[in-house]
């Protein structure tokens, strides 16, 4: 008995280390050892709370459309959000017979996290006559050090393969995209037929009426013959159509639009065959100057609203101002019409009067119109330099008053000792523009104290 109260000892202490277990046990220990054994099943249990990943993607792009002539295009991916370690997402194809992906992995920083990489998908060319497949660019699960993108899996990409050995009307934009600017370059891209046709084909482009194709009367019609090719028939022949942007007088911004694509034929394979769009992107040479509705003394740099943390850069807080506000005609980005020299970084209009030489980190670009917030009412057009000479202006900036912060000459000089210390202190004066003016008073105007809440203008870039 004396044995089972040591045993029913080393038991409780081991077990609980209560005091109570301390002084000697009844000879009859099983009750008391069966309670203490049920205290320590009955004690709560500490659980782990799961750990749920939330690092996510964007793949854009869409359903791709390739061709087994070996046209291409192209999907990018970024991240959602910065990790903390680099993420690497392997690439393949689905079925390597049909299209073969430009790279085979992508890798993401905590600096460029949030930059879109392009993965290039090409048709590949094979003997079957197997009709159009749809195969998948395969994103496989991320690999890093970041459990937030461990493991986690973007989504494929659906690819569309056009045969050749098939009837197929087959587009191929010249650099994958089609780009045109207002007033300035074109872009082109070619339509051919895969198959010859028993009857010959018309493929009706319909572009929208900003967009011209090969300079003609909307919609044009290009004709593909029936016989032998190459030879007298021009069904194999790639026909070139050129886009050009209408230059018209009104900031819009970049902006899209859709070409479609319709087959018409006797022969019923091509008859209403689905043709892919072309999507031109169109660069506007039209920009928008607009006067903030906020207001905001000469101390950019310390507002910690703006990112201001005091070290000079108060250029890059009054840009972001810009962009925050309500006046803010597209989601384009602007900068501010501000000028200063020290301290770095600068912004330089000019440093010979009107010459716009030395331009440093410069907001106006040359040869392009500037208009009013409401996008019909023009201002100025910079000239080859980047600025211009007053006298030419059209419109003021603004119908109504409200000075604004430039820190300019009227001649595009930086106007010294009057940029708030470089757009970081409330001490001293600052040089504003009138916004009523159209001489070169409308950038060098009065000189208040650089405590007092005053406009800027914005530029888009």
């Known amino acids: 008995m004396v ?10 202490a081991s077990i609980l280390s209560l005091a109570a277990c301390i002084p000697p046990l009844p000879d009859d220990c099983g009750p008391v050892c069966s309670l203490l054994a049920l205290g320590v099943q009955s004690a709560p249990v500490a659980t782990e709370t799961p750990f749920t990943p939330t690092g996510s993607f964007t793949v854009s792009g869409g359903t791709l459309t390739v061709a087994e002539t070996g046209t291409a295009d192209l999907f990018t991916v970024r991240l959602n959000e ?5 993420v690497s997402i392997p690439i393949s194809s689905s079925d390597a017979t049909e299209i073969s992906v430009g790279s085979t992995s992508l890798t993401f920083t905590p600096a460029n996290w949030n930059n879109n990489q392009a993965v290039l998908v090409t048709g590949l060319d ?5 009709t ?3 195969v998948s660019a395969v994103l496989g699960a991320a690999v890093s050090a970041d459990l937030n993108y461990n493991g986690q899996d973007p989504s494929n990409v659906a690819v569309v393969v056009l045969d050749d050995e098939s009837p197929n009307v087959i587009i191929t934009e010249t650099g994958l995209s089609t780009i045109t600017t207002e007033g300035g370059a074109t872009d082109t891209y070619t339509v051919v037929l895969t198959q010859p046709p028993t009857f010959p084909v018309t493929v009706t482009i319909t572009p929208n009426a900003q967009v011209s194709a090969n300079a003609s009367v909307l919609p044009i019609g290009l004709n593909f013959t029936v016989g032998a090719c190459p030879g007298p028939g021009d069904w194999c022949t790639a026909q070139t159509v050129t886009v050009a942007a209408v230059d018209d007088a009104v900031a819009e911004g970049p902006r899209g639009y859709t070409f479609t694509h319709t087959a018409t034929s ?3 394979n091509y008859n209403g065959i689905g043709i892919i769009n072309v999507n031109p992107a169109v660069i506007d040479n039209d920009k928008f100057v607009f006067r903030t509705a906020a207001t905001h003394n000469g101390d950019f740099d310390n507002d910690p609203l703006l990112g201001g943390n005091g070290d000079g850069s108060g250029i890059a807080e009054a840009d972001a101002f810009c962009t925050a506000d309500a ?3 597209n989601t384009s980005t602007y900068r501010a019409l501000l000028s200063k020299t020290t301290p770095a970084p600068a912004r330089i209009g000019s440093l010979t009067p009107n010459l716009g030489d030395g331009q440093t980190d410069w907001v106006l670009s040359p040869n392009l119109n500037y208009y009013r917030q409401d996008g019909t009412t023009p201002v100025f057009t910079a000239d080859a330099n980047g600025i211009f000479v007053f006298g030419a202006f059209s419109n003021s900036f603004e119908a109504s008053a409200g000075l604004y912060w430039t820190g300019l000459r009227n001649d595009w000089v930086v106007r010294a000792g009057l940029n708030c210390s470089g757009w970081s202190s409330t001490g001293g004066n600052g040089g504003t523009g009138d916004p ?3 001489n070169g008073a409308a950038i060098q105007s009065a000189t208040p104290l650089c405590a007092t809440p005053t406009h800027l203008i914005c530029v888009e870039q």
């Open 436 to 438: 009523t003016a159209t």
């Open 3 to 12: 044995r089972q109260r040591k045993i029913c000892r080393l038991v409780a």
């Open 327 to 329: 006046n803010r005609p």
């Open 126 to 130: 094979d003997a079957a006559v197997d």
């Open 82 to 86: 910065a990790p903390t370690a680099n």
């Open 132 to 134: 159009n497949q749809t």
């Open 266 to 268: 006797t022969d019923a």
